[in-house]
Antibody, heavy 122, light 109 residues
Framework: EVQLVESGGGLVQPGGSLRLSCAAS????????MNWVRQAPGKGLEWVSY????????YYADSVKGRFTISRDNAKNSLYLQMNSLRAEDTAVYYC???????????????WGQGTLVTVSS | SSELTQDPAVSVALGQTVRITCQGD??????ASWYQQKPGQAPVLVIY???NRPSGIPDRFSGSSSGNTASLTITGAQAEDEADYYC????????????FGGGTKLTVL
C-alpha cells in the first residue's frame, strides 16, 4: 500500500524557517517524481514545487522561489521542503504528492499524504 | 504562467447528472486531472488523462475535454459526492510547473 506521511509542521514566527519531511512507503520511491502542494485555510490548492526522481530537476512556484528548497533522499525514501523567510501568507496545510507514471501530457498526482499544518504568526 | 478557471459552486439533485468545468489555455496541450476533497481530508484523484479512473473510483465519474475546456461529469450524483473538486494540469510553458483551478464546491440536494 502506498503511503506518504508528512511531518515537521508547526508554529513559526515571520521570517523564520521550517523543514518539512515526507516519508514514503509501499512503492519504489526512487522511481517517482514528487511534489509539494499547499492549501491555505479555507482556500484552494496551490502547487508549490516539483522534483524529479533523481533530484536533478527542480521547479518552484513563483510565490516560493528563492525561499523554499525541495530535496529528496532516495536511500531514506524521503522528500523534504526547507522553508526559509516564512511569511504569514505561507500559512497552509502542506501535502506531498506523487506524480503518476502516465504519459507526460496527463500530468497527475496519484497519491497524497494527509498533510502537515504550517502556521506563520507572531 | 497558466490559469485554470472553475465555477465556485454547483448544485445537483440527488441521482441527477452534473458537469463541472475547467477552462484554461494549458488544456489545449495537456489533459486535466480532477481531485475530490472532503472537509478535513486530503485530495483524492478521481479522473486523469483522456478519461481514466483510478482503482476504487466509481464509474459514475467521467472526464472529457474540448479545446480549452475540461469537464468532470458525475452521472447519478450521490450524497457522498458532495465535496470540493479541483482541476489541475501542467503549465502551458511545457515544463514541470503545475496549475490548479480555484475549485468547485458541489452540493448534492
Amino acid at each position: 500500500e502506498v503511503q506518504l506521511v508528512e511531518s515537521g509542521g508547526g508554529l513559526v514566527q515571520p521570517g523564520g524557517s521550517l523543514r518539512l519531511s515526507c516519508a514514503a512507503s509501499g512503492f519504489t520511491f526512487s522511481s517517482y517524481e514528487m511534489n509539494w502542494v499547499r492549501q491555505a485555510p479555507g482556500k484552494g490548492l496551490e502547487w508549490v514545487s516539483y522534483i524529479s526522481s533523481s533530484g536533478s530537476t527542480i521547479y518552484y512556484a513563483d510565490s516560493v522561489k528563492g525561499r523554499f528548497t525541495i530535496s529528496r533522499d532516495n536511500a531514506k525514501n524521503s522528500l523534504y521542503l526547507q522553508m526559509n523567510s516564512l511569511r504569514a501568507e505561507d500559512t497552509a496545510v502542506y501535502y506531498c504528492a506523487r506524480d503518476g507514471d502516465g504519459d507526460y501530457v496527463e500530468g497527475y498526482f496519484d497519491y497524497w499524504g494527509q498533510g502537515t499544518l504550517v502556521t506563520v504568526s507572531s | 504562467s497558466s490559469e485554470l478557471t472553475q465555477d465556485p459552486a454547483v448544485s445537483v439533485a440527488l441521482g441527477q447528472t452534473v458537469r463541472i468545468t475547467c477552462q484554461g489555455d494549458s488544456l489545449r496541450s495537456y489533459y486535466a486531472s480532477w481531485y475530490q476533497q472532503k472537509p478535513g481530508q486530503a485530495p483524492v484523484l478521481v479522473i486523469y488523462g483522456k478519461n481514466n479512473r483510478p482503482s476504487g473510483i466509481p464509474d459514475r465519474f467521467s472526464g472529457s475535454s474540448s479545446g480549452n475546456t475540461a469537464s468532470l461529469t458525475i452521472t447519478g450524483a450521490q450524497a457522498e459526492d458532495e465535496a470540493d473538486y479541483y482541476c489541475n494540469s501542467r503549465d502551458s510553458s511545457g515544463n514541470h510547473l503545475r496549475v490548479f483551478g480555484g475549485g468547485t464546491k458541489l452540493t448534492v440536494l
